[in-house]
Nanobody, 124 residues
Framework: QVQVAESGGGLVQAGDSLRLSCAAS????????MGWFRQAPGKEREFVAAISWSGASTRYADSVKGRFTISRDNAKNTVYLQMNSLKPEDTAVYYC?????????????????WGQGTQVTVSS
């Protein structure tokens, strides 16, 4: 089993950068693919980025491609989401999630363990 906890959210201006961290516990972290999702007010939770167990494979939503970068440090049991050129439409609660399998996945149902989320607010 894996437990995850997000941190690093906050209030920033459009064009700024922010880095989210996801600290994971559990001996299976290094064999777990990880993902970031977000949920804006009144909208469904959506996929943002995902990374395979080794970090060799990544996926991004079209809306963040070229601006966001997902990475992981298995020695630190941590996954990161570097967010650059932030836009007001990036405002949402960001969730980290882990799955029981090594391969990257983009659907919510593919993930088994979820954090509580961290708020990111981008002002115009």
């Amino acid at each position: 089993q894996v437990q995850v906890a997000e941190s690093g959210g906050g209030l920033v201006q459009a064009g700024d950068s922010l880095r989210l961290s996801c600290a994971a516990s559990g001996r299976t972290f290094s064999s777990s693919a990880m993902g970031w999702f977000r949920q804006a007010p009144g909208k469904e939770r959506e996929f943002v980025a995902a990374i395979s167990w080794s970090g060799a494979s990544t996926r991004y939503a079209d809306s963040v491609k070229g601006r966001f970068t997902i990475s992981r440090d298995n020695a630190k049991n941590t996954v990161y989401l570097q967010m650059n050129s932030l836009k007001p439409e990036d405002t949402a609660v960001y969730y980290c999630a882990a799955r029981r399998f090594m391969a990257v996945a983009t659907s919510l149902s593919s993930y088994d363990y979820w954090g509580q989320g961290t708020q990111v607010t981008v002002s115009s």
